[in-house]
């Protein structure tokens, strides 16, 4: 039977290298240093410690666009419909764990949700219930 390891928030899942292509007109592909947490993916150039962040609650989704010998292509889509091409070896397989991560990501987001929900709304049942309490006591 296998059991879930719980993360502790911020934990790095994956590190290492993967490329950017660059918005620039000769859209050129750019060494990066990926740090993939569970909320969030760090890109770092260089050995700058500054680094670019793609927030999880601001990434729609992972496509895979194409396999090669080489490397893999894969897009990231924002929310507001931005894309972010990338490539890795197939070895490192960058677009499945930004993938799997991101989607345990949207899953807790969602269980969230429903609970918060769900409280609202037995909150909700439970102030209604209240005045219907009383009205049965009056004779009105």
């Known amino acids: 039977m296998a059991s879930k390891v ?6 790095i899942l994956r590190e290492g290298e993967l490329e ?6 000769l859209q050129l592909w750019k060494k990066k240093r990926g740090v993939l947490t ?6 770092f150039s260089g050995t700058s410690e ?3 962040e793609l927030r999880f609650h601001s990434i729609l989704k992972v496509d895979c666009v ?11 889509v924002t929310t507001d419909y931005k894309e972010i091409d990338f490539r890795c070896t197939e070895e490192s397989c960058w677009n499945a764990f930004i993938t799997l991560a991101l989607i ?5 987001r969602a269980v969230e949700g429903f609970r918060r929900h ?5 909150a909700s ?4 219930e209240e005045p219907g309490e009383q009205r049965a006591l009056s004779p009105w």
Do not use: C, W
């Open 66 to 76: 194409e396999h090669t010998r080489k490397y893999v292509y894969f897009t990231i």
């Open 20 to 25: 950017k292509r660059s918005d620039s007109l």
């Open 125 to 128: 049942e439970e102030q209604q």
């Open 6 to 11: 719980m993360m502790t928030p911020g934990e």
């Open 118 to 122: 769900r409280f609202q709304r037995v």
């Open 38 to 43: 569970d909320d969030r993916l760090r890109l």
């Open 104 to 108: 345990e990501y949207q899953n807790r």
């Open 50 to 52: 500054r680094a670019k």
